[in-house]
């Protein structure tokens, strides 16, 4: 899922401050599932807003509105008449979300309430960790199902570098280092093999590097 945290609330406040009309809009799929932009965020955040403006001495109009996904058409057309009615949308999609909206609504300000911060997966209750940077050439079947580019802090392709000390990577102690992880995952699946030939350097053509990417599917286009 992509994961995202909600902005601090004075920087939401600071940039709804010109609107007297907004709309708060949830997304209810990836940050949803990270409690950053679902509808109980929603409703929080719609309540703290109105709340502030209250107490500011400010008259502003806050409505509240989640659908299951702002990037996809279908979904944020159940959005246009909130939209039209208000000065200004908040939106607490990730932000691929907030573009497809600014895209859809062209002459209406969106504003991005979340930060946006990687591919990850809830490995325990409150933890996120980020496992995939969308490189765009998959090779979690080399590394038998643990990804060096997201999980290795120097990207390292082929082995671990010297400072892997006691299972944890030397730029963060805290952190598992991804090359034992490695190791440890191809000797359980009987595949250390897989880890012996040389990778020489890897084109990254695929990645963002290159720009913004599409992925065309010619069999959907009608
Ligand atoms: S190899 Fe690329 S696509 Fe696969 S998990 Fe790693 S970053 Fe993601
Ligand atoms: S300690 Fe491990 S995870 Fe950290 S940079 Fe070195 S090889 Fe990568």
């Known amino acids: 899922m992509i994961v995202a945290e909600q902005k601090p609330i004075d920087e939401i406040k ?26 109980e965020e929603v409703a929080t955040l719609v309540s703290t807003l109105r709340l502030a403006a209250k107490v500011d001495g400010r008259d502003i109009e806050v409505e509240g509105l989640t659908v299951e996904r702002q990037c996809e058409d279908e979904f944020i057309q159940e959005a246009a008449e909130s939209i039209a009615r208000n000065e200004a949308v908040l939106s607490l999609a990730c932000g691929a979300g907030v573009q497809a909206i600014a895209r859809r609504f062209y002459h209406t300000p969106i504003l991005p309430g979340v930060n946006t911060t990687f591919i990850g997966v809830l490995e325990k209750q409150g933890l996120f960790t980020e ?4 490189c765009g050439n998959c090779e979690l079947a080399t590394f038998n199902g643990i990804c060096p580019i997201a999980r290795c802090a120097k990207k390292l392709l082929n082995g671990p570098c010297g400072g892997s000390r006691d299972g944890k990577c030397e730029i963060n102690p805290e952190t598992d280092c991804a090359w034992q992880l490695i190791y440890d995952r191809s000797k359980a699946l009987g595949k250390l093999d897989n880890l012996k030939a040389y990778r020489p350097a890897r084109s990254w053509q695929a990645s963002s590097a290159g720009g913004p990417r599409r992925l065309v599917r010619e069999d959907h286009i009608i």
């Open 14 to 39: 600071e940039m709804a401050a010109p609107y007297r009309k907004l709309l708060v809009l949830g997304c209810g799929t990836c940050v949803q599932t990270c409690f950053a932009g679902g509808e």
């Open 131 to 134: 496992e995939c940077l969308g």
